[in-house]
Nanobody, 115 residues
């Protein structure tokens, strides 16, 4: 049974920083890709950033230059460093991982940016 366990969300003032972590646990042979998505109230879930096992990254235009995704493959963990946070970054952030042929999701962690 694979689980994604997220941590690091919270309340921060605009311009501040937060770091999200997501650890994959369970029977894992290899993780092809890991990433972060977010969903704000009344909006669809959207991609924030992804990273392949080889280190290739993809970012939403809205976070480029402010957010950085990184991985520790030995720990099956992905991180999202979020700097210069804006009120529009307020959302529930979900970790996602492609393991084998299945996509797995974390339970979500709330990020609230106060202006």
């Amino acid at each position: 049974q694979v689980q994604l366990v997220e941590s690091g969300g919270g309340l921060v003032q605009a311009g501040g920083s937060l770091r999200l972590s997501c650890a994959a646990t369970g029977s894992i042979f290899s993780i092809a890709a890991m990433g972060w998505y977010r969903q704000a109230p009344g909006k669809q879930r959207e991609l924030v950033a992804t990273m392949s096992s080889g280190g290739s990254t993809n970012y939403a235009d809205s976070v480029k230059g402010r957010f950085t995704i990184s991985r520790d493959n030995a720990k099956n963990t992905v991180y999202l460093q979020m700097n210069s946070l804006k009120s529009e970054d307020t959302a529930v952030y979900y970790c996602n991982a492609l393991i084998g042929v299945y996509y797995y999701w974390g339970q979500g962690t709330q990020v609230t940016v106060s202006s």
